[in-house]
């Protein structure tokens, strides 16, 4: 169930939908002098976070027509601020003027997804945003908290590895909810600017969640109304791919049959196919990005002269030859692997897939910390640029020659 369609707009907090004429406003409330609403108790947004703090706030009313602003019926003031019906967490307005995507993050218990995460949006902020000429704001102030936290502050500043993700069963998450926004420049003088969204919201879900069926309907409700999946996946996981590994790399022993990649992919497959209703020999309409994380541990004559070895041109458009070249090399790599068979499982199953090659950290941890070059990030942005691409948000062009 797509973010935005004719049925409504998709919370993208708890995944409720709601046509846009609907959405109820935030009283703007007390504020020194101004005259407003008292805060009450907000027993919604105390649900969905489990606990009563910060869930006193001014009142949520419903206004008809859906626009921007609404004037409070009890003291008059008007707000913008619009929240979810069901949840009462806050909708920005971009989000609900021009609806975004919702992409969902998936890989098993040692595929690097907390790392992945942290690295990802860094990258967004900065380096790939400024190329993109893209915005990615927080939509939410647990968010900006959470991001710092758990990842920005342990990982970027403090060159920390990130633990491994707790089980949702005793550890219960909130996703991390990011507006990414891109300013499409007019090609003529005579065309408009153009601007889009993407609601970024990203779980870091732990491996034996996608085992427990309990645990897992949990997240069913955030994949199906995902526009998009990423799947991460650690080569250390796939036992023929180890002697590709460089010398000193520790490659663990992947002797947990859950855990290997094809059977979480299998799995959260088989939940979006029952949830979307596709019918057997049909396949899912849902684009899959696939990234074999950690590629610097692969030794070095592997990725020589390879379309793995060469850098992102940076030009803000999607290369599509560099597209290309880096899906078949990860192909061939799987199938020399042994693991050509989660590729032809994706194949099976989905209409629109691509394979990738990433490397978060950029080098090898020493003693749980950020190896001595610190975090140098290789083509994690790719799966999402890809997905832009497909989202009508990126250009793709030909390398010039070709």
């Not at 897992?216 to 409700?221: A, I, P, T």
Request: charged share 25%; net charge positive; aromatic share 6%.
């Amino acid at each position: 169930m797509p973010s935005s369609s004719r049925q409504g707009i998709t919370c993208p907090y708890c995944f409720a939908v709601v046509a846009a004429q609907r959405i109820p406003y935030r009283c703007r409330g007390q504020a020194g002098r101004r005259a407003g609403c008292a805060p009450v108790l907000d027993k919604e947004l105390a649900a969905y976070t489990g606990s009563t703090a910060g869930a006193s706030l001014p009142p949520v009313f419903d206004a008809p027509g859906g626009k921007a602003r609404a004037d409070c019926p009890t003291c008059g003031q008007t707000t913008g601020s619009r929240v979810c019906p069901e949840c009462h967490n806050p909708l920005p307005p971009a989000y609900c003027d021009s609806p975004g995507r919702i992409v969902a993050l998936v890989g098993a218990k040692n595929a690097g997804k907390s790392t992945y995460i942290a690295v990802l949006l860094h990258e967004l902020m900065n380096r790939v945003g400024t190329e993109l000429d893209a915005s990615l704001v927080a939509c939410d102030d647990r968010t900006i908290e959470r991001y710092k936290r758990d990842f920005a502050r342990p990982l970027l500043e403090e060159r920390r590895l990130l633990p491994t993700t707790a089980s949702a069963a005793t550890s219960p998450r909130e996703p991390l909810v990011y507006l990414l926004t891109r300013t499409r420049r007019a090609r003529t003088r005579f065309a408009r600017e153009r601007t889009d969204s993407l609601a970024l919201v990203l779980f870091d879900t732990a491996g034996e969640d996608l085992r427990s069926r309990e645990v897992r309907d949990l997240h069913l409700r955030y994949l199906e109304a995902a526009d998009a999946v990423i799947f991460l996946v650690d080569p250390l996981e796939l036992p023929a791919a180890r002697p590709s590994v460089g010398d000193g790399v520790p490659t663990g022993a992947a002797d947990d049959p859950d855990s290997e990649p094809i059977n979480i992919i299998a799995r959260v497959t088989e939940a979006l196919r029952a949830r979307h209703g596709v019918r057997p020999g049909e396949r899912l309409r849902v684009p899959v990005a696939v990234a074999l994380t950690k590629i610097d541990v692969l030794r070095p004559a592997l990725l020589r002269q390879s379309a793995l070895h060469r850098s992102r041109t940076g030009a803000g458009v999607l290369d599509l030859d560099d597209r290309e070249a880096v899906n078949e090399q990860v192909r061939s790599l799987l199938h020399e692997w042994q693991a050509g068979g989660l590729d032809t499982y994706l194949g099976q199953q989905y209409a629109d897939y691509a394979l990738f090659g990433l490397s978060a950290l950029g080098g090898v941890p020493e003693n749980g910390r950020v190896g001595a070059g610190g975090v140098r990030p290789y083509r994690t942005e790719d799966p999402l640029l890809w997905l832009l691409h497909r989202f009508g948000m990126l250009a793709g062009a030909r390398s010039q020659g070709s």
